[in-house]
């Protein structure tokens, strides 16, 4: 089964911009939908944006939609977040998550396999 480690996060100004990356230990993560969510402190985990496997579908919350875009690298086996315009409500714990097949659902309990999850924190 795909392995995911996130790297990436860390502490940044509102206004500033971050990028995720999310490595994936398997050939066949070609044929994976990936996406990411995130989860703060007393709420639950959201989804943030989702890519199908030839990177040509894209989709987003409406809360982050023109700030963040997700994109990925079949040939090294990873999945960007690039987080622009970062928000102090954007502060979360970011996890990337994979699922076989092509429908980029945006519910967690659709996908099968998640990462460790990265901190992002956006303060001044």
């Known amino acids: 089964q795909v392995r995911l480690v996130e790297s990436g996060g860390g502490l940044v100004q509102p206004g500033g911009s971050l990028r995720l990356s999310c490595a994936a230990s398997e050939r066949t993560f070609s044929t994976y939908v990936m996406a990411w969510f995130r989860q703060a402190p007393g709420k639950e985990r959201e989804f943030v944006a989702s890519i199908r496997w030839s990177g040509d579908n894209t989709y987003y919350a409406d809360s982050v939609k023109g700030r963040f875009t997700i994109s990925r690298n079949n040939a090294n086996d990873t999945v960007l977040l690039q987080m622009d315009s970062l928000k102090p409500g954007d502060t979360a714990v970011y996890y990337c998550?994979?699922?076989?097949?092509?429908?980029?659902?945006?519910?967690?309990?659709?996908?099968?396999?998640w990462g460790q999850g990265t901190q992002v924190t956006v303060s001044s």
């Open positions: 998550a994979a699922r076989p097949g092509i429908v980029a659902y945006r519910t967690t309990r659709e996908y099968d396999v």
